[in-house]
């Protein structure tokens, strides 16, 4: 089950929301909880059992870590995070090691596992509790329903963001609900909801498209925006919709994304892009190895080991590797020399160059297959073939939605609704809100009903 299916929005939807602001305040977790768990059974009935075993681990785990002192203490740590971490190697990276062993001439079958949806994301947000409990930074958790329902809350379990336990521990026992946040949530849902369905789901058509008869630079080059312009938008849609349930639920969560796309560096466009798990990587890995406050080489080895982590938490394969280790590249460029360039140069151009980059690493990181990625990289850079026919015919159906999409990614709506609003026009916008809602969800459900909705991008990591 996903958002944005008829199932979620007319069915689970307004049962979890009539059972949950009925019941008492001390019921609402438990209510959370029984319909995140049911929420994630409809989707993976056979790995639920992983999920809620890596939570209990983890939950008993924290009374150990509590009560220790000393050596115990950081032993309890380590044993913790190795059975947290144990489920998602053995499910998501078992038949990528074999498969490189086998190159060896080795013939080890490969396991074929289903990844668990939501693994990669749900081991972090368990990870961040333990590891903030041993630093002492939160108290432990006594209660194994709130703590379930923080790990299996079905707003963020899927996909993200990557909420800590530091963020929502107080928000468990002592959050409030009221009339106007549950309309912002439901308006923030909306709007989450049209970049996933009216957007990334028709960007997506785009980039599905290949064939010998699609030539000319100019389509590649499309293909190449649009799969980055589809990927923002399925993931920051999904990141709306799940802050925009966390309000109606009366959580905060933290904003994910921040028009990455208007950025001036590489770093830059780390700071505003999946800013969860940037800023987990960074205070649970980068900074414990001493950050940027040890000696060059040190550094360059804690730069290329946090975005060597970064691409393999993505994905079990090559690309996601070099992916990773591509953004290290530029991001030493940038501190070493390119940063101190930019700052004499025009902003324009720092902009360019941050698009062209980014734009090919979302082609590395889309093709996980070599022969396909050298394939679509040369068709991008051959700017002697010409255009063929299927070729400016998908292109001129599609520009408009690509062009929609470039001007969403940045916050040029968001400034107008600013203006509105200082030119007193608030009172117009509170009108069109529940006009907008509508809109979206006419729209939505008029593509589920043609059959035109995919899945989330980032289900499969």
């Known amino acids: 089950m996903v958002f944005?299916?008829?199932?979620?929005?007319?069915?689970?939807?307004?049962?979890?929301?009539?059972?949950?602001?009925?019941?008492?305040?001390?019921?609402?977790?438990?209510?959370?909880?029984?319909?995140?768990?049911?929420?994630?059974?409809?989707?993976?009935?056979?790995?639920?059992?992983?999920?809620?075993?890596?939570?209990?681990?983890?939950?008993?785990?924290?009374?150990?870590?509590?009560?220790?002192?000393?050596?115990?203490?950081?032993?309890?740590?380590?044993?913790?995070?190795?059975?947290?971490?144990?489920?998602?190697?053995?499910?998501k990276y078992t038949d990528f090691f074999i498969s490189n062993i086998n190159i060896i001439g080795l013939n080890i079958p490969l396991l074929k596992l289903v990844l668990p949806i939501g693994i990669s994301f749900y081991t972090f947000q368990l990870t961040s509790y333990t590891i903030d409990l041993y630093r002492k930074n939160v108290e432990v958790q006594k209660n194994f329903i709130n703590f379930a329902c923080y790990i299996a809350l079905f707003p963020q379990l899927i996909a993200g963001p990557i909420v800590r336990y530091s963020i929502i521990a107080d928000q468990l026992e002592n959050r409030t609900h009221s009339i106007e946040k549950c309309a912002e949530g439901i308006f923030r849902f909306s709007v989450g909801l049209g970049k996933k369905v009216i957007i990334a789901n028709v960007l997506g058509e785009f980039t599905a498209l290949a064939g010998e008869n699609l030539t000319g630079a100019l389509f590649w080059w499309l293909s190449a925006i649009a799969y980055a312009l589809q990927i923002y938008f399925d993931f920051s849609g999904y990141s709306d919709m799940a802050i925009g349930l966390g309000k109606i639920f009366g959580f905060d969560f933290e904003e994910n994304f921040n028009y990455p796309f208007i950025s001036k560096s590489?770093?830059?466009?780390?700071?505003?892009w999946h800013i969860s798990l940037g800023s987990w990587f960074r205070d649970y890995v980068y900074i414990p190895m001493g950050g940027n406050r040890v000696s060059s080489y040190r550094w360059f080895l804690n730069i290329f080991t946090v975005w060597f982590l970064t691409g393999f938490w993505h994905g079990a394969s090559w690309n996601f590797i070099i992916w990773g280790l591509y953004f290290a590249f530029f991001l030493l460029a940038e501190k070493a020399v390119l940063g101190n360039i930019f700052k004499k140069l025009p902003k324009f151009i720092s902009h360019i160059y941050v698009i062209f980059?980014?734009?090919?690493?979302?082609?590395?990181?889309?093709?996980?297959?070599?022969?396909?990625?050298?394939?679509?990289?040369?068709?991008?850079l051959n700017i002697f073939a010409p255009l063929s026919s299927e070729a400016i015919y998908y292109i001129t159906s599609y520009l408009p939605v690509i062009i929609i999409a470039a001007v969403?990614?940045?916050?040029?709506?968001?400034?107008?609704?600013?203006?509105?609003?200082?030119?007193?026009?608030?009172k117009v916008l509170l009108w069109l809100k529940p006009l907008f809602v509508a809109a979206i969800l006419i729209a939505v459900t008029a593509f589920s009903?043609?059959?035109?909705?995919?899945?989330?991008?980032?289900?499969?990591f």
Not at 266 to 272: D, P, Q, V
Not at 360 to 379: C, G, H, P, R, W
């Open 4 to 91: 944005s299916s008829t199932p979620f929005l007319y069915y689970f939807l307004p049962l979890v929301c009539i059972f949950y602001f009925i019941l008492p305040r001390k019921f609402k977790n438990f209510c959370l909880l029984i319909f995140s768990l049911l929420f994630y059974f409809l989707g993976e009935p056979k790995y639920i059992v992983v999920m809620l075993a890596s939570t209990l681990v983890a939950f008993l785990f924290g009374f150990l870590i509590d009560k220790a002192e000393g050596n115990k203490r950081k032993a309890f740590l380590t044993l913790s995070l190795v059975l947290n971490f144990l489920p998602l190697l053995f499910f």
């Open 449 to 460: 009903v043609d059959g035109s909705f995919n899945p989330f991008l980032y289900f499969r």
């Open 357 to 380: 980059f980014v734009i090919i690493s979302f082609v590395i990181f889309k093709e996980t297959d070599f022969s396909m990625l050298f394939a679509f990289l040369y068709n991008m």
């Open 408 to 426: 969403g990614s940045t916050p040029i709506m968001k400034k107008i609704c600013t203006k509105i609003t200082e030119k007193g026009g608030e």
């Open 266 to 272: 590489i770093a830059e466009f780390w700071r505003r």
